[in-house]
Protein backbone atom coordinates (compact mmCIF):
# COMPACT_ATOMS: atom_id res chain seq x y z
CA UNK A 1 0.00 0.00 0.00
CA UNK A 2 1.18 3.75 -0.93
CA UNK A 3 0.16 6.34 0.98
CA UNK A 4 0.32 10.50 0.43
CA UNK A 5 -1.39 13.34 2.09
CA UNK A 6 -1.88 16.60 0.76
CA UNK A 7 -3.59 19.66 2.20
CA UNK A 8 -4.94 17.11 5.04
CA UNK A 9 -6.89 14.45 2.73
CA UNK A 10 -4.89 10.89 3.06
CA UNK A 11 -5.02 8.83 -0.19
CA UNK A 12 -3.95 5.30 0.23
CA UNK A 13 -3.77 2.76 -2.65
CA UNK A 14 -3.91 -1.27 -3.03
CA UNK A 15 -3.41 -3.38 -6.40
CA UNK A 16 -4.56 -6.32 -7.01
CA UNK A 17 -3.80 -8.28 -10.39
CA UNK A 18 -6.51 -10.06 -12.00
CA UNK A 19 -5.96 -13.11 -13.73
CA UNK A 20 -9.48 -14.13 -14.46
CA UNK A 21 -9.71 -10.78 -16.55
CA UNK A 22 -6.19 -10.60 -18.34
CA UNK A 23 -5.09 -12.51 -21.32
CA UNK A 24 -1.24 -12.43 -21.16
CA UNK A 25 -0.84 -14.57 -24.53
CA UNK A 26 -2.98 -11.26 -26.11
CA UNK A 27 -1.31 -8.78 -24.25
CA UNK A 28 -3.77 -7.87 -21.77
CA UNK A 29 -2.98 -7.07 -18.18
CA UNK A 30 -5.72 -5.95 -15.88
CA UNK A 31 -5.44 -4.72 -12.34
CA UNK A 32 -7.81 -3.26 -9.85
CA UNK A 33 -7.29 -0.62 -7.42
CA UNK A 34 -8.85 0.32 -3.70
CA UNK A 35 -8.47 3.89 -3.28
CA UNK A 36 -8.97 5.03 0.20
CA UNK A 37 -10.01 8.65 1.00
CA UNK A 38 -9.70 10.14 4.46
CA UNK A 39 -10.36 13.73 5.48
CA UNK A 40 -8.50 14.60 8.09
CA UNK A 41 -9.07 18.54 8.02
CA UNK A 42 -11.59 20.17 9.98
CA UNK A 43 -13.38 21.23 6.93
CA UNK A 44 -16.17 19.61 4.80
CA UNK A 45 -14.62 18.58 1.25
CA UNK A 46 -16.17 17.14 -2.15
CA UNK A 47 -13.95 15.19 -4.79
CA UNK A 48 -14.94 16.87 -8.15
CA UNK A 49 -12.66 15.92 -10.26
CA UNK A 50 -9.87 13.00 -11.33
CA UNK A 51 -6.99 12.95 -13.71
CA UNK A 52 -4.44 10.09 -13.80
CA UNK A 53 -1.24 9.26 -15.75
CA UNK A 54 -1.21 5.50 -16.84
CA UNK A 55 2.34 4.70 -18.08
CA UNK A 56 3.10 1.01 -19.36
CA UNK A 57 6.33 0.00 -19.27
CA UNK A 58 6.46 -0.49 -23.24
CA UNK A 59 6.67 3.61 -23.44
CA UNK A 60 3.03 4.24 -23.45
CA UNK A 61 1.59 7.07 -21.82
CA UNK A 62 -1.97 7.72 -21.20
CA UNK A 63 -3.84 10.65 -19.22
CA UNK A 64 -7.34 9.66 -18.27
CA UNK A 65 -9.83 12.83 -16.54
CA UNK A 66 -13.29 13.19 -15.79
CA UNK A 67 -15.69 14.19 -12.87
CA UNK A 68 -15.65 12.45 -10.13
CA UNK A 69 -14.70 8.52 -9.39
CA UNK A 70 -16.86 5.84 -10.37
CA UNK A 71 -19.90 7.82 -11.05
CA UNK A 72 -19.95 9.45 -7.84
CA UNK A 73 -18.75 13.31 -6.19
CA UNK A 74 -18.37 12.03 -2.51
CA UNK A 75 -18.92 14.65 0.69
CA UNK A 76 -16.56 13.84 3.38
CA UNK A 77 -17.29 15.70 6.61
CA UNK A 78 -13.98 15.94 8.98
CA UNK A 79 -12.53 12.69 9.94
CA UNK A 80 -14.85 10.66 7.04
CA UNK A 81 -13.67 7.93 4.87
CA UNK A 82 -14.54 7.32 1.19
CA UNK A 83 -13.11 3.91 -0.79
CA UNK A 84 -13.91 2.83 -4.31
CA UNK A 85 -12.52 -0.11 -6.51
CA UNK A 86 -11.65 0.59 -9.95
CA UNK A 87 -9.32 -0.86 -12.56
CA UNK A 88 -6.86 -0.37 -15.62
CA UNK A 89 -5.65 -2.51 -18.58
CA UNK A 90 -1.97 -2.45 -19.77
CA UNK A 91 -0.62 -3.96 -22.52
CA UNK A 92 2.07 -5.30 -20.32
CA UNK A 93 2.92 -6.89 -16.84
CA UNK A 94 4.10 -3.76 -15.41
CA UNK A 95 3.36 -0.24 -15.03
CA UNK A 96 2.31 2.81 -12.86
CA UNK A 97 -0.72 5.24 -11.87
CA UNK A 98 -0.62 8.55 -10.17
CA UNK A 99 -2.32 11.76 -10.56
CA UNK A 100 -4.72 13.69 -8.72
CA UNK A 101 -8.36 15.01 -7.08
CA UNK A 102 -9.67 18.15 -7.73
CA UNK A 103 -11.63 18.66 -4.08
CA UNK A 104 -13.82 21.76 -3.42
CA UNK A 105 -13.78 23.32 0.25
CA UNK A 106 -17.79 23.80 1.03
CA UNK A 107 -16.98 26.39 3.91
CA UNK A 108 -14.75 29.01 2.32
CA UNK A 109 -16.01 27.93 -1.67
CA UNK A 110 -12.02 26.72 -2.81
CA UNK A 111 -10.78 24.51 -4.98
CA UNK A 112 -7.59 22.33 -4.46
CA UNK A 113 -5.74 19.65 -6.03
CA UNK A 114 -5.14 16.31 -3.74
CA UNK A 115 -1.94 14.00 -5.01
CA UNK A 116 -2.55 10.34 -5.99
CA UNK A 117 0.64 8.75 -4.92
CA UNK A 118 2.38 6.71 -7.73
CA UNK A 119 1.53 3.29 -7.34
CA UNK A 120 2.37 -0.13 -9.32
CA UNK A 121 0.69 -2.57 -11.31
CA UNK A 122 2.98 -5.60 -11.53
CA UNK A 123 1.71 -9.22 -12.74
CA UNK A 124 2.94 -11.43 -9.91
CA UNK A 125 4.29 -13.97 -12.19
CA UNK A 126 7.11 -11.24 -13.04
CA UNK A 127 8.01 -10.98 -9.76
CA UNK A 128 9.79 -14.73 -10.08
Known amino acids: MVTKITDGVKISVETVYQPEYSNPANNHFMFAYKITIE ?9 LRRHWYIFDSNGTHREVEGEGVVGQQP ?5 EIHEYVSGCNLNTEIGTMKGSYKMFRLFDGSHFDVNIPEFHLISPHRLN
Not at 75 to 79: F, N, S, T
Open 39 to 47: NLTDYTVQL
Open 75 to 79: VLEPG
